[in-house]
């Protein structure tokens, strides 16, 4: 059994090393997205494009303006003197807000009225919106307690908080996107690789003809599907290498976590996709389709459905069950367990039993599929 698991090893990993144009882009495509994807997705937002239409230009209002121009987030970029510029700002994209300032602003402010600043925000990406908004509140807010202490200070009194808040966020303190990024950047081309080169790999030889020779030999399913992920296996361990290497240095990225745990849940992931590349390759008969098929199971559903980009918890309840179809889901979990927030295995331990019990499922029906196929040779 080991001795025709190791011929079929052996030939596999002569047509990969034949296939050097193949081989180059392999490793070529991670270093790829792992750039395309760090640099380009990005969901912080700073230097956010403000415009001014002070109605009131005093001292007051020019130190709360001073508030916005101080902060590494806000850069003003035009000051508005007609009420039609507002709106014709957030048309052409000059501004992403605008701050009026009423006239009677410091009037009110001295004479302990409620006093209302406008900010209008471009609201269509909604997402970019709400975090300006926050933006502006907060510094809105530490204004009004600086003049305020200010005030009470002038007087000889003392502001005192009830409740003082001091939020500090754990894990990922910068919030970094890349810190959230680069781990679902790994399951994304793990899964794309996986799935594809197995799948090509044994209808390639549906094609050539070859694999009628591999049916009328002693080799069993097992052993034929063993002998073609296990080179495979080897060759995604060491890009999960290359990209965790180049995260480190690129983005800054490192391993908080247990080496072994990662290592494990790689493992278990590498054959749950290795298995549904399998899969494909007894559904298709052409290498086109195994390709096209194997990148519409593997990225589409790691991209929206596995919590690489979108929260799985703000999706519908019928399709968080349809994410339980996706490999990368569950080891997103380990990834980031791991990676960014450095636990242990009882936070993630059932994580390895979904991958195990995904990667046993596809294995025995690309196991029975291929005997099925074999016995009508």
Avoid at 170 to 187: H, M, S
Avoid at 265 to 287: K, N, P, R, W
Avoid at 306 to 329: D, H, R, V
């Amino acid at each position: 059994m080991f001795t025709r698991i190791f011929a079929i090893v052996k030939k596999e990993f002569r047509q990969i090393v034949r296939d050097k144009r193949s081989l180059i882009l392999i490793f070529f495509y991670p270093v790829f997205m792992l750039i395309l994807f760090g640099y380009a997705l990005n969901f912080d937002v700073t230097h956010i494009k403000i415009g001014v239409y002070d109605l009131e230009k005093s001292e007051f209002s020019r130190e709360f303006i001073k508030t916005f121009n101080s902060s590494e987030y806000f850069d003003i970029v035009k000051y508005i003197s007609a009420p039609d510029e507002v709106n014709q700002s957030l048309v052409d994209k000059s501004v992403q807000c605008v701050l009026t300032i009423p006239a009677d602003f410091s009037q009110k402010f001295y004479s302990k009225e409620k006093t209302n600043v406008q900010f209008l925000v471009d609201g269509v990406n909604g997402n970019t919106a709400t975090i300006i908004m926050n933006y502006v509140n907060a510094a809105t807010l530490g204004f009004s307690q600086k003049i305020s202490a200010d005030i009470f200070a002038k007087a000889g009194g003392k502001i005192t908080m009830p409740v003082n808040i001091s939020g500090v966020f754990w894990y990922n303190p910068d919030l970094k996107t890349t810190e959230f990024l680069i781990p679902g950047l790994i399951a994304t081309i793990l899964i794309v690789i996986c799935v594809t080169l197995t799948a090509v790999s044994i209808v390639r030889e549906k094609e050539q003809g070859t694999i009628e020779q591999i049916n009328v030999s002693p080799v069993s399913p097992l052993e034929l599907i063993l002998g073609k992920i296990i080179p495979y296996i080897l060759l995604a361990i060491l890009i999960s290498i290359l990209v965790l290497i180049l995260g480190a240095i690129l983005f800054g990225v490192q391993i908080k976590g247990s080496i072994l745990y990662m290592f494990i849940g790689t493992l278990l992931y590498l054959i749950a996709c290795l298995s549904m590349g399998i899969f494909v390759s007894t559904i298709a008969d052409s290498m086109q389709v195994a390709f096209q098929l194997s990148t519409l199971i593997s990225q589409l559903p790691t991209n929206i459905l596995s919590g690489f980009i979108f929260p799985i918890e703000s999706m519908p309840a019928p399709i968080q069950i349809i994410t339980n179809l996706s490999p990368a889901k569950f080891f997103l979990v380990i990834l980031r367990s791991v990676v960014i927030k450095g636990t242990g295995i009882e936070t993630f331990w059932q994580q390895y039993i979904y991958l195990t019990i995904f990667a046993l499922a596809f294995l025995t029906i690309a196991m029975i599929r291929t005997a099925r196929q074999r016995r009508t040779v």
